[in-house]
């Protein structure tokens, strides 16, 4: 090779990526080590490991802790991407609190193939350490936990949650945090305070369910605005919508739409916050998915990137770990006392030992090492869902891409009708959200999201591949 240094890793990279798709390197394959690699082709060993980061990247390769680097267990398919959705003619009154409630229930029942709620399988997060630090903190300090705690929340978990913040470039204080009781609560609080009853409030389209039922029960408006699959937000569009219409505040994911999985990249991210800060819009944020990233680095939220000058930040543990615990949280800066008053006057406090042991869980670092494992997990769990979605449903299906998360959305031809695949499939004991329960305005009723949360085997894959042959049924009639 007589390329120069930049190029090299780039040629290396598409080297394997040929092997690959070639069959030289079969899904799951272990690549060469990274010295390897740099011993075979004469470079570097920063070099060869650029060449790995890069495909890792790219979803091409996936990496293992103290194992090495393997073959992504499917490359990109054949399948379109999702279309770009388009801006709402005007703000619209948020009815889907019946459709949303009717969907819990059946994803609730574990008699339904679970394919309809975005939570996790308890049994795929395996959280025994969790489980035994919350065990401990009850055997040896029970009484003293079973009090209300203060209301911002523990002190050793905001701690905690303060310490992770900085690693990704939020500095933030543990007064800076207030524990919520998930990230609905987060939302809930984030909303009532900046908006009022009757405001507009701007959303992705599609955008999660459980953020539109919110505003439905607080008598907001929704505006939605466009979103690419793979790009996120349509900034010029958000600029016009601010330039004509009055608008309270955005709401927005950080990282991994759900249900598109889209992801903005830093620089759009920024772009954004200088089109809200010329208008004074305040942002909400929801983060619950940064975490679970399937790329080398951990994607920076909206509040790194303008240090929370007017950026409201809400997460919780739900989706990387402990949907059951119920804990959350929320930093909103100069506004923190206010959500305080709020956080009072809704549910006092929240519960104290789930608090202590996933503030001592934090402590111990065992939570990173919990991630790289559900990260590869879900990554995988997608992978061959998509594969089965290929092969079953109708070839007219465009389908997400995600690089985080754990979702999959679907978009079939109009007049095809989600709502009508979803009773047949409840018959059939399957359970899925369809897709109008994620607008405002009831759109996407041509889509569907699948939740690839539990661990992948054979009736789950059985399930998708009934669900496709409803599909094909249904758009055939």
């Known amino acids: ?33 990274v010295r390897a690699l740099s011993e075979q082709h004469g470079v570097s060993i920063s070099t060869a490991l650029q060449t ?31 279309s770009t959705s388009r801006r709402s003619a005007k703000a ?33 997060l395996e959280s025994k350490r969790l489980d035994l630090a919350l065990a401990r903190a009850a055997r040896r300090h029970g009484t003293r936990y079973n009090v209300y705690g203060p209301p911002q929340g523990e002190a050793i978990l905001r701690s905690e949650i303060a310490k992770r913040a900085m690693r990704i470039g939020h500095v933030l204080s543990p007064d800076d945090v207030v524990v919520t009781s998930g990230c609905t609560e987060a939302l809930m609080l984030a909303l009532t305070t900046v908006t009022k009853p009757g405001d507009t409030i701007a959303v992705e389209a599609p955008t999660y369910m459980g953020l539109l039922h919110t505003l439905e029960m607080l008598g907001l408006k929704a505006f939605e605005l466009p979103v690419d699959p793979i790009r996120g937000i349509d900034i010029d569009a958000l600029a016009q919508l601010l330039e004509t ?7 927005l994911s950080s990282c991994f739409n759900n249900p598109l999985g889209s992801m903005m990249t830093e620089a759009d991210k920024r772009a954004l916050l200088a089109v809200l800060a010329r208008y004074d819009v305040p942002l909400i944020e929801d983060d619950v998915y940064g975490d679970l990233h399937f790329g080398r680095e951990r994607p920076k939220p909206f509040i790194a990137l303008d240090g929370g000058a007017n950026t409201i930040y809400c997460s919780s543990f739900s989706k990387s770990l402990a949907p059951g615990y119920r804990v959350g949280w929320i930093a909103a800066g100069a506004r923190t006392r206010r959500v305080i008053e709020r956080k009072l006057a809704f549910s006092l ?44 449903f109708p070839p007219e299906t465009k389908m997400s891409r995600p690089t985080g998360g754990f979702v999959l959305w679907l978009e079939l031809p109009k007049p095809f009708d989600s709502r009508a695949l979803f009773d047949q499939a409840i018959e059939q004991g399957i359970c899925f959200a369809p897709g109008d329960v994620f607008s405002a305005s009831r759109r996407f009723r041509n889509c569907l999201r699948l939740s690839a949360g539990h661990g992948w085997n054979d009736h789950i894959a059985d399930g998708v591949r009934h669900l496709g042959r409803l599909a094909h049924k249904i758009l055939a009639s």
């Open 1 to 33: 090779m007589d390329a120069s240094p930049s190029y090299r890793y780039e040629q290396l990279a598409d080297l394997i990526t040929s092997m690959i798709d070639n069959g030289a390197l079969a899904p799951g394959a272990r690549v060469p080590s």
């Open 349 to 392: 406090c929240g519960a104290v030992l789930p608090q202590i042991a996933l503030g001592e869980f934090l402590a111990s670092g065992a939570y990173d090492a919990h991630l790289r494992n559900v990260r590869r997990l879900f990554q995988e769990n997608l992978a061959h869902m998509a594969r089965a979605i290929e092969v079953s």
């Open 245 to 251: 219409e009055q608008v309270a505040a955005c709401a």
């Open 52 to 82: 790995y980061r890069s495909l890792e990247d790219r979803g091409v390769l996936v990496a293992r802790p103290q194992s090495g680097f393997y073959v992504a267990s499917t490359q990109p398919g054949t399948f379109a991407l999702p």
């Open 92 to 124: 619209s009154t948020v009815s889907i609190s019946g459709a949303v409630a009717a969907l819990l229930e059946h994803s609730s029942n574990r008699a339904f193939m679970p394919f309809g709620c975005a939570v996790p399988d308890g049994e795929l």
